[in-house]
């Protein structure tokens, strides 16, 4: 049997720790300078970190270091990670975890702007941006992430928007115990982060490609071959010239499409194809499983 060839395959580990190492150093500067001198909650685990250090220091006057409370935190998500989700793919996660942790307490605070709303925005974009990061190296930045892969790969569908939602419950806390003010505006960074992953990390969207072609033979060779995903061949006439065509219908992860396409292109530029959004799908989807 021939090996196939993912689009998509698994970083070299060389990679994935650079990519690491710059995520989990973005994300530790951006909760440093926009989160907590705006006094947001993030949401997730390091909300949930942030926001028992927050209570202790005021109802306790006790000060907790970051390190330690995040990485007890995340030992459930990370043994689950580590027995469902992929031995290499915990690892990773863990020196994510471990990074952002101690460069969380490491870095001075640095203040950009004042402006909570500000903070809020921009706060929200760099923290999606650095997760997506993380996520491009095959891991997460722990906690609630970890939650959304396992479901997503369970399911086989964006999980975000849902991680989203249960966030609320925390900065609903949040709101209660230090004000509501700042919980809404955390609500706010919560939505852009949540949005700039959904946009950069399309792993588990699907489309649906229909592609008109008198290459059928070629050009499913490349959908075999590049997706490891299958095809439909539906006969159809052109209209206008009267000629027999060839649709080719296929449903592939979202973030395939732009590689995908232009292989299509590559090897018969008449086509003419059709990309559509899925929004769900009944049956079997190959995707590649975590290492």
């Given amino acids: 049997m021939s090996r196939i060839t993912t689009i998509i395959p698994t970083p070299r580990p060389v990679k994935r720790v650079a990519l690491i190492v710059f995520a989990a150093a973005i994300f530790s500067v951006n909760l440093n300078s926009f989160v907590r001198m705006a006094g947001l909650f993030p949401g997730g685990f390091s909300g949930i970190s942030l926001l028992i250090q927050r209570v202790a220091e005021r109802y306790l006057a006790v000060r907790i270091p970051y390190a330690p409370l995040y990485l007890a935190l995340n030992a459930v998500p990370v043994y689950v990670s580590f027995r469902y989700i992929g031995r290499k793919f915990t690892l990773y996660t863990l020196l994510m975890v471990a990074l952002s942790s101690v460069l969380t307490d490491l870095v001075p ?67 209660m115990l230090f004000g509501w003010e700042a919980s809404l505006y955390s ?11 959904n946009l950069l990390y399309r792993r588990y969207q699907k489309v649906t490609m229909l592609i008109i072609t008198e290459k059928p033979d070629e050009l499913y060779d490349a959908v075999r071959t590049l997706t490891n995903h299958d095809a439909t061949v539906i006969d159809g006439t052109g209209c206008y010239s009267g000629a027999h065509k060839t649709i080719l219908y296929t449903v592939i992860s979202a973030d395939e499409s732009g ?24 049956g079997r989807f190959f995707t590649r499983t975590k290492d």
């Fill in 109 to 175: 605070d640095i203040t950009f702007t004042d402006d909570i709303l500000l903070c809020s925005v921009f706060g929200g974009i760099i923290n999606g941006f650095a997760i997506s990061c993380c996520l491009r190296a095959d891991a997460t930045s722990g906690g609630t992430d970890i939650i959304a892969i396992y479901f997503s790969e369970r399911k086989g569908t964006d999980m975000w928007n849902k991680i989203l939602l249960m966030n609320v419950c925390v900065l609903a806390i949040a709101g």
């Fill in 259 to 282: 590689a995908l396409t232009k292989e299509i292109k590559r090897r018969d530029p008449t086509a003419f194809v059709n990309i559509l959004q899925s929004k769900g799908i009944l």
């Fill in 187 to 197: 609500i706010i960074f919560q939505f852009a982060s949540t949005q700039v992953l």
